[in-house]
């Protein structure tokens, strides 16, 4: 692991394959030592199994796997850490403090940290857990959850096009815009694409990558919803939101701060 003032997140919306390479490329290539979290599986053992084959199938050897339960430790010869789909909210319980501390202090070192589907929803401060499966924008339809906070600011949402989620986004981004009095930038993954962000100098900068799109969805000065006051199953409506659809060789600088 090296010491940089850089922190690199690698967000994938599901259904990993192109993108898998893109892992392996930006984690330093096939002598990278990678570290498969796979937390968030019901069947975390096969989860590992599976992108470990499709790792030692582009040619690297150096990969460990830590099982829940088991403790993280993440030293300077780790290059990228792998999280794997399942449970966002399981993958959180199940690192726990300690684990989480251990990821934020990798990432704040400038090692990699990439995950595809739940590991992708989870890296935000605030995550959405589940919700909202007939895609109809109502009160308390959402149900939201502490993340791992890696990335401030910042919503997430994966298999974004496959599942139809568009409207997901736009009901987190109101719920926190009523409790925060700002409203975070929404991010939706479409599957096998990624969003690869960077801080650096600064700036949070994400570069598009894989075969979809990814979807940024940013409050303007005339965000506005009815969140407020609206009781449990009455209709949310939400205005002054910049909507971009980005593929492959795209970036988009995210205005969220450190």
Do not use: C
Not at 13 to 22: F, I, N, P, Q, R
Not at 155 to 167: A, L, M, S, Y
Not at 205 to 219: C, D, E, H, K, Q
Not at 220 to 226: E, K, L, Q, V
């Amino acid at each position: 692991m090296k010491t940089s003032a850089e922190r690199r997140l690698l967000l994938i919306g599901g259904s990993a394959e192109s993108t898998v390479l893109d892992f392996v490329k930006l984690a330093g290539g096939i002598t990278a030592s990678v570290v498969i979290l796979p937390h968030a599986s019901g069947v975390p053992q096969e989860a590992a199994e599976e992108i470990s084959k499709a790792l030692k199938t582009i040619g690297v050897r150096r990969i460990r796997v830590v099982m829940p339960g088991k403790a993280l430790r993440l030293g300077r010869s780790v290059h990228a850490v792998w999280m794997t789909g399942g449970d966002q909210a399981r993958l959180v319980e199940l690192l726990g403090a300690g684990g989480i501390k251990q990821l934020a202090a990798f990432a704040e070192a400038g090692g990699l940290v990439a995950g595809t589907s739940a590991g992708a929803a989870a890296v935000g401060f605030d995550i959405i857990t589940g919700g909202m499966s007939d895609g109809v924008m109502k009160s308390g339809s959402l149900t939201m959850g502490a993340g791992l906070a890696l990335l401030p600011a910042v919503v997430t949402d994966t298999h974004f096009t496959q599942r139809g989620r568009f409207p997901r986004l736009f009901v987190a981004m109101s719920e926190l815009e009523k409790r925060d009095g700002k409203a975070p930038v929404g991010i939706g993954l479409d599957e096998d694409t990624a969003a690869y962000i960077v801080f650096s100098d600064g700036r949070w900068v994400a570069r598009i990558l894989g075969r979809g799109s990814v979807w940024f969805y940013t409050a303007t000065s005339n965000f506005a919803s009815n969140v407020r006051g609206l009781k449990d199953g009455g209709m949310i409506s939400v205005r002054g939101v910049d909507t971009a659809a980005l593929v492959a060789g795209d970036e988009f600088e995210l205005n969220i701060g450190v």
